[in-house]
Each structure stands twice: as structure tokens, then as C-alpha cells.
């Protein structure tokens, strides 16, 4: 009972290994899959977002710039806008003023009443300095300590708002410049996709071949095994050779060795649409888009101008134009006048606004900036050399169209050329087929040798393959001229 039980669970464990290993994997899911995982694809949206961020930042620079600043400074002396005689003579005026007065009376005593010098001067002597003398003495100190600015501590702070009026059209230019960057970038994206996608495409139908040619190889060991068992059936009979088991041995290990080479190149191939998958490299899925009936034919008339509208390149190489002619009228803004207002608030400490004193003062500000290039060489090189660049593009867009049109019409050629190897790998898969029943029963009947069945045996999977060879192209084909058409 234990071992049945123990049985049963590995049956079950083993069941759902295998459900689990046989995952259905459609050729949609397989492209979802390989645009979540791929990591370029994440560089390449990452890029869009930069750029609309870059284009949010060129719109903010037609707004006014608000910015705050404040400065501090210490200073080892005050400023003295006296010298020291200045200083001296002006803390001492009201003497000087005094002195000055008494000369004057003195003269005129000498000459009215006959006073001597020694007479004079006793008199100044007692009359010494009067009130008036020491009152505009204190004013004078009161000057010079006024002009003697206490600038140790010095505070600054100011709130400003710069408005451009007009910058000559770089700002414009730059706008433009950065929209057309991130269309560019969108349109990389999804260039990237597209490629991409046919990379899940080539990868996936490149499975489906090989599963195909794996199964033929293995029919092809079949017919040869049986041949085998023929042909030593008939040799105990005396009526084949060793020599024709020996052949035909020799052509089952050919046989088989390209069956293992096909089973090999099966896995390996499984393991790379598994990488652009992003899915583990050694987990199996079945294909479930694994048909090889394809229908698809030639373009009886192309619009080349359509064709050149849908076209990523040619958007992309239209949008560098854009951006090379934003760069011109940026590289001529240089070479115009840039008009622009600012206004904020000033704060101070020394105050300014009425005297000089050590407190917090402030004031409002207003301005009006004009900016006029008079000389300037570089700027008119540099608007030469964006002109170069513009044209440059032209000659690529140009030249892109050229060769867009022939890739369209060569692969339109192509896929003609596949639609004729496919018709006839068909047909020779018909009469090889046919070929094949007639010999097998020519053989049975002992009207040919086993050579000339093996030889039959081998075109049968030669026009099998073709066919399969043939399928694959022409589908793939199409896909490129899908992609070349821009759809």
C-alpha cells in the first residue's frame, strides 16, 4: 500500500513537472514579454522622460527667475571717511572759531585803545573758552563721529525677480529645441520596439523551422530504420549483400547525427528566444503559433511617398532639421539685443536710508536691462557653423529617402523571388513524394536496389526541407517589407 501511494505522488509530482515545463507561449505574449524585459527599451523610455522633463525646464525659462541671497562680512576696521588733522580740526572748531574771534577784538582793541600784546593776551587768559566755543566743539565731535562707520559687522539681503523681455529668440529656439528632442526620443522608442519586435519575430520563427526540421529528420530515421530491417531481412535470405546493410547503416548514422545536430540547434535556439524573453534560458514552452501556411504576395504598386511619410528615419531625421533650425535662430540670438526687467527688496545693516546706523533697513528695487552685441566674432561663426549643420540634415534626409526606396523595392523584388522558390519546392515536394511511393514499391517488388530507394528517401526530405526553408522566408520577408513600408 506504501509503495502504491509513494507511487501515486510521484506520478503526480511528475505530472505537474511536466504542465509546468509545457507552457503555451503565443508569438503576442512572446513580444509583450521580450519589450517588459528588455532593457534597452528601458534606456530608450527613460530618454523620453529626460526630455520632457528638459522641456518642462526650457518652458520655466519664460517665467521670472525668483532667487533670494544674503551676505555676511567681518571687517578688522571701521571706516573713517576723515583723516586725523580733518578729525582734529573739526572736533575742535568752536576753540579754533574762539581764537580766531579774539585776534579779530584783539586788532581792533590794539588799534582803538593802545592795548599791548602782553595786555591782549592776559585778557584771553582769563576769558578762557567760553560756552559757545565748547558747545560747537561738541557738535564737531558729534561730526566726525558720524563720519567715522562702524563696518565691523556688515549685513546684506536682498529678494530679487528677473523677467527676460526679449532674449533675441533663444529662449524660443530652446523651447523648441527641447519639444522636438522629445518627439525625437518618443520616436527612437518606438523604433526600438519595432526592431525589437522583429527580433522576437525572427527568433520565434526560427523555433517553429527548426521544430519542423527535426520532425522531418526524425521521419527520415524512421524510413531508414525500416529500410535497415528490409534490407537485413532480405540479406538472411540471401537476397540483398552485407555490402547494401553496411550502406545502409552508413546513411541512418548520417542520419541520426543530423537529427542530434537538429536537436541541439533546437535548444540553443529556444534558449535565445528565451534571452529576448527575458525568461530562464533552460524553461520550455510550446509554440503555439506553429504553422508554416503563409499567402503573403508582392506589392503590385508602391507609394513611395507614403511609404516616406510612415517612416521612422525620415520623422526622425525631420525632427534633427527642426532642431538644427532651432539652433540657427539660437545661434542668431546671439548676434540681437536681450531686454529684460528685475525688481526685489534690499535689506541692509549698516543702514543707509537715513544717515548711517548699525540697524536693519531696507528698500524696493526696480530695473530695466538692455544688452546690445556690438562685436562679436564667435557669435557669427557659430551661426555659420548651425547653418552647416542644418544643411548637413538635408543632405542625410535626402540621401535616407534614396536609399528607403530601394530597400522597399528590393525587398518587394525578394519577396516575389520566395513566392517562385516556394511554388516550386512545392512541386518538388509533390513529385518527390510520388517519386518516393514508386520506389518503395519498386523496391518491395525487388525491381530496384536499396541505393536507389535511399536516394529517394533523401530527395523526399531534401524538397521537404526547401518547402519549410521557403515557408520561413517568405514569411520573414514580408515582415521586413512590413517594416521597410513603415507599418
Not at 362 to 385: D, E, Q, R
Amino acid at each position: 500500500m506504501k509503495k502504491q501511494i509513494a507511487l501515486l505522488l510521484i506520478t503526480v509530482c511528475l505530472s505537474s513537472i511536466s504542465a509546468t515545463a509545457q507552457q503555451i507561449l503565443t508569438l503576442d505574449a512572446a513580444r509583450a514579454k521580450a519589450v517588459e524585459s528588455n532593457r534597452g527599451l528601458k534606456i530608450a523610455n527613460e530618454k523620453v522622460l529626460e526630455a520632457e522633463a528638459m522641456q518642462r525646464a526650457a518652458l520655466c525659462q519664460f517665467f521670472p527667475k525668483v532667487s533670494a541671497s544674503g551676505v555676511y562680512l567681518w571687517t578688522e576696521k571701521d571706516i573713517h571717511l576723515l583723516s586725523d588733522e580733518q578729525e582734529d580740526r573739526v572736533n575742535n572748531m568752536g576753540t579754533t572759531m574762539q581764537g580766531n574771534e579774539f585776534d579779530r577784538i584783539g586788532n581792533w582793541m590794539q588799534e582803538t585803545f593802545g592795548l599791548t600784546d602782553q595786555q591782549i593776551a592776559s585778557l584771553r587768559d582769563r576769558i578762557g573758552i567760553t560756552g559757545a566755543a565748547q558747545d560747537i566743539n561738541a557738535i564737531g565731535q558729534d561730526i566726525t563721529s558720524a563720519l567715522n562707520l562702524q563696518t565691523g559687522n556688515v549685513y546684506l539681503g536682498m529678494v530679487s525677480a528677473t523677467q527676460p523681455i526679449y532674449m533675441g529668440g533663444k529662449l524660443r529656439a530652446l523651447y523648441q529645441a527641447a519639444q522636438t528632442t522629445r518627439e525625437l526620443n518618443q520616436l527612437n522608442y518606438d523604433k526600438a520596439v519595432a526592431t525589437q519586435l522583429i527580433a522576437v519575430d525572427e527568433a520565434y520563427w526560427r523555433v517553429i523551422s527548426l521544430q519542423h526540421k527535426k520532425q522531418l529528420a526524425e521521419q527520415y530515421c524512421q524510413l531508414l530504420n525500416k529500410l535497415k530491417d528490409d534490407v537485413e531481412s532480405m540479406q538472411e535470405v540471401e537476397v540483398a549483400t552485407a555490402a547494401d546493410v553496411a550502406q545502409v547503416r552508413v546513411k541512418l548514422n548520417e542520419a541520426e547525427m543530423n537529427l542530434a545536430n537538429a536537436t541541439n540547434g533546437l535548444e540553443l535556439s529556444r534558449m535565445a528566444l528565451n534571452q529576448i524573453c527575458g525568461l530562464p534560458l533552460k524553461e520550455t514552452f510550446i509554440l503555439a503559433d506553429d504553422t508554416l501556411l503563409v499567402n503573403y504576395q508582392p506589392l503590385t504598386a508602391i507609394n513611395i511617398d507614403q511609404v516616406l511619410n510612415d517612416r521612422k528615419e525620415i520623422r526622425m531625421l525631420e525632427m534633427s532639421k527642426q532642431i538644427a533650425d532651432a539652433g540657427v535662430k539660437g545661434a542668431a540670438s546671439m548676434l540681437l539685443p536681450n531686454v529684460g526687467i528685475t525688481g526685489g527688496y534690499l535689506v541692509s545693516n549698516p543702514n543707509l536710508e537715513n544717515g548711517f546706523s548699525n540697524t536693519f533697513g531696507g528698500m524696493w528695487t526696480a530695473g530695466l536691462a538692455v544688452n546690445i552685441p556690438l562685436c562679436h566674432p564667435a557669435s557669427f561663426y557659430g551661426l555659420k557653423a548651425a547653418k552647416h549643420k542644418r544643411q548637413e540634415v538635408i543632405y542625410q534626409i535626402e540621401e535616407a529617402k534614396e536609399k528607403i526606396e530601394l530597400q522597399v523595392n528590393k525587398l518587394n523584388y525578394a519577396l516575389e523571388v520566395a513566392n517562385k522558390k516556394m511554388q516550386q519546392a512545392q512541386s518538388n515536394l509533390y513529385y518527390a513524394e510520388e517519386n518516393l511511393q514508386l520506389a518503395d514499391e519498386s523496391f518491395k517488388a525487388g525491381l530496384i536496389s536499396s541505393s536507389d530507394l535511399m536516394q529517394a528517401q533523401t530527395a523526399w526530405l531534401k524538397a521537404q526541407n526547401d518547402v519549410v526553408e521557403a515557408t520561413i522566408e517568405i514569411r520573414m520577408t514580408h515582415l521586413y517589407l512590413q517594416e521597410a513600408l513603415g507599418r
